[in-house]
């Protein structure tokens, strides 16, 4: 019997190469997703695409407010998403999504006795969010070990970073090479709701870079061609 897995999927590319990892690590995946108030909600039919391309167990889709908190330009409309890239963190943070997403797939993962979760971060070329850092990981793993009923009585849950130092030209490669049709995901931090990414927020900046270093044809769609050059 394949071991289960709970694999956070958001519907991007980084998500996605996981759950082909995850796939072909022999795992029966349980893809999740979080409807969490972002504003590219396209995304979220972009997972729905790829936890079915990649053969899925089941794809759950968990509905939190973090736009009631706000403070991010993904969950707050009146801060505008960046179109240019600036140092430091940028406002596209939002506070605590990865500890609350990865809380979420922990209690999954208890209820289906899996002990196994991956996630998409990436400490290379990213954005310079705090909660994908390796340290966040091992803090957020040891927690997992200590605040849960299965690991009292003996379990031991892991958490896997497959791409954590992967560059994202690596990172698309890897995921040619595993079967991923990279045109089902959507990573722009303000996709229309066709699912047309910008070109210009940070997300499809590393993500059309990705795709150029990796010498590998970009099946994004854009609103205008031209922008993400």
């Not at 999954?108 to 990436?122: P, R």
């Not at 130092?165 to 066709?194: F, H, N």
Request: proline fraction near 3%; charged fraction near 20%.
């Amino acid at each position: 019997m394949s071991r289960r897995a709970v694999v956070l999927l958001s519907g991007g590319l980084d998500s996605a190469t996981v759950l082909a990892i995850a796939r072909s690590r022999g795992y029966a995946c349980h893809a999740l997703s979080m409807a969490y108030g972002q504003r590219h909600a396209a995304e979220l039919a972009a997972a729905s695409r790829v936890a079915a391309s990649l053969e899925a167990e089941d794809h759950k889709v968990v509905h939190i407010g973090l736009d009631d908190i706000g403070g991010s330009a993904l969950t707050d409309q009146s801060i505008q998403v960046p179109e240019e890239m600036g140092s430091g963190i940028p406002v596209t943070y939002v506070p605590a999504r990865n500890t609350v997403f990865l809380s979420l797939a922990l209690g999954w993962a208890e209820v289906l006795e899996a002990q196994d979760i991956f996630i998409g971060v990436n400490a290379v070329d990213y954005s310079g969010y705090p909660d994908c850092r390796p340290q966040f990981i091992e803090a957020f793993q040891r927690l997992a070990n200590l605040a849960t009923k299965a690991a009292v009585e003996g379990a031991s849950y892991r958490i896997h970073t497959p791409l954590i130092d992967l560059s994202k030209a690596e990172i698309i490669r890897l995921g040619v090479d595993l079967g991923v049709d990279y045109s089902l995901t959507i990573s722009c931090y303000q996709a229309t709701k066709a699912g047309m990414a910008c070109g210009v927020c940070d997300s499809c900046r590393l993500r059309a870079k990705g795709f150029v270093d990796a010498d590998i044809d970009d099946p994004t769609v854009y609103v205008n061609a031209k922008r993400q050059r």
